[in-house]
């Protein structure tokens, strides 16, 4: 099994580019989640989703959707990036809410 | 908003040294978790504590919670170097029907051969 992949590892945008960032999981996990993790900040929900077709907000969404089109995939879609976006982005999945997740290693993301 | 929140931000200790870490909670939880997290990696799941139970091992890693207080405390016995790492407390917000886990801000370790 791989777990929880993301790509890309690193991506550097200019400010205004659009770019997706890919989960993918293959332990079946009906919940997924989008981190972002930023120096003295801990970890902050962006989006979520409980099951296939279903997303939600976390708590920063602000420039950020995502969608769940098919069960094992979560994407993450920055529609005119900023700088304010520059961050390290996790993707995690669960099997419920309140189970562990599964983290992916990451996507170094800086806007310029 | 953060419902975790660690303590203290940074511990150094010698290796073969005990290393606690604290996480305070604000609100009614069904489960609070603990996870490890090396430099530039992702987390990796520790253990988790459910609201009925107060303490609970896993190798060198006791927990326990106390949800009077709503705190917990994270105890790695005989640190090795490779323990190393960002340590962070979860929690999920059952009293707000929310089954989302929030973070806090995570224990830096560093364990000094």
């Known amino acids: 099994n791989a777990g929880v992949t993301q790509t890309p590892k690193f991506r550097v945008l200019k400010t205004g580019q659009s770019m997706t960032l890919l989960c993918a999981q293959d332990?079946?996990?009906?919940?997924m989640y989008w981190y972002r993790q930023d120096p003295g900040m801990g970890l902050r929900l962006i989006h979520y989703s409980v099951g296939e077709g279903t997303t939600a907000k976390g708590e920063v969404p602000d420039g950020y959707n995502v969608s769940r089109l098919k069960k094992q995939n979560f994407l993450l879609g920055l529609e005119s990036a900023a700088p304010s976006q520059t961050s390290v982005y996790f993707c995690?999945?669960?099997?419920?809410?309140?189970?562990?997740?599964?983290f992916g290693p990451g996507t170094r993301l800086t806007v310029t | 908003s953060q419902q975790g929140e660690e303590d203290p931000q940074a511990l150094s200790i010698q290796e073969g040294e005990n290393a606690t870490m604290n996480c305070s909670y604000k609100?009614?939880?069904?489960?609070l978790q603990w996870y490890r997290q090396n430099s530039g990696r992702g987390l990796v799941h520790l253990i988790l504590?459910?609201?009925?139970?107060r303490e609970k091992h896993s190798g060198r890693l006791r927990v326990t919670l106390d949800t009077s207080k709503k705190s917990s405390s994270l105890l790695i016995t005989a640190s090795r170097a490779a323990d190393t790492a960002s340590y962070f407390c979860?929690?999920?917000?059952?009293?707000?029907?929310?089954?989302?886990?929030?973070f806090g801000k995570g224990t830096k370790l560093s364990v000094i051969p």
């Open positions: 995690a999945s669960s099997y419920s809410g309140i189970d562990e997740q599964y």
């Open positions: 504590i459910r609201s009925n139970e």
């Open positions: 979860a929690t999920d917000n059952s009293g707000a029907g929310s089954y989302q886990l929030t």
């Open positions: 332990m079946n996990h009906e919940y």
């Open positions: 609100t009614s939880i069904n489960n």
